[in-house]
């Protein structure tokens, strides 16, 4: 419905700085929700962050809060995951989706199921 395309992944070592990219090719971008998931081999996609997009609300998992940060950029039908004092174990491929409506009135935005529209990944490698 919505490509999207993710940009920003490569190689920073530990205690570094990266910041990903995706681009939705729609002019008009108004999704429930966008998010920013990862995933390693052998391990199931999961989340990252997240942003509503009426209000703003902004949303991490555990592990990420307080080093990672989303944004959007309106006007470039962008959204940004800023992330801060990376560790090996942030080594995946990420992610981002479109969550376009909220089906179950849950307010969740956690959860890969809900996201319809994929990027194809943009690859972060955390040397140690």
């Known amino acids: 419905q919505v490509q999207l395309v993710e940009s920003g992944g490569g190689l920073v070592q530990a205690g570094g700085s990266l910041r990903l990219s995706c681009a939705a090719s729609?002019?008009?971008?108004?999704?429930?929700?966008m998010g920013w998931f990862r995933q390693i081999p052998g391990k199931p996609r999961t989340f990252v962050a997240a942003i509503k997009w009426r209000s703003g609300n902004t949303y991490y998992a555990d592990s990420m809060r307080g080093r990672f940060t989303i944004s959007r950029d309106d006007a470039l039908n962008m959204i940004y995951l800023q992330m801060t004092s990376l560790k090996s174990e942030d080594t995946a491929v990420y992610f981002c989706?479109?969550?376009?409506?909220?089906?179950?009135?849950?307010?969740?935005?956690?959860?890969?199921?809900?996201?319809?529209?994929w990027g194809q990944g943009t690859r972060v490698t955390v040397s140690s």
């Open positions: 989706g479109a969550k376009h409506f909220d089906y179950s009135n849950s307010g969740a935005v956690y959860y890969p199921r809900d996201y319809t529209d």
């Open positions: 729609e002019r008009t971008f108004s999704p429930y929700a």
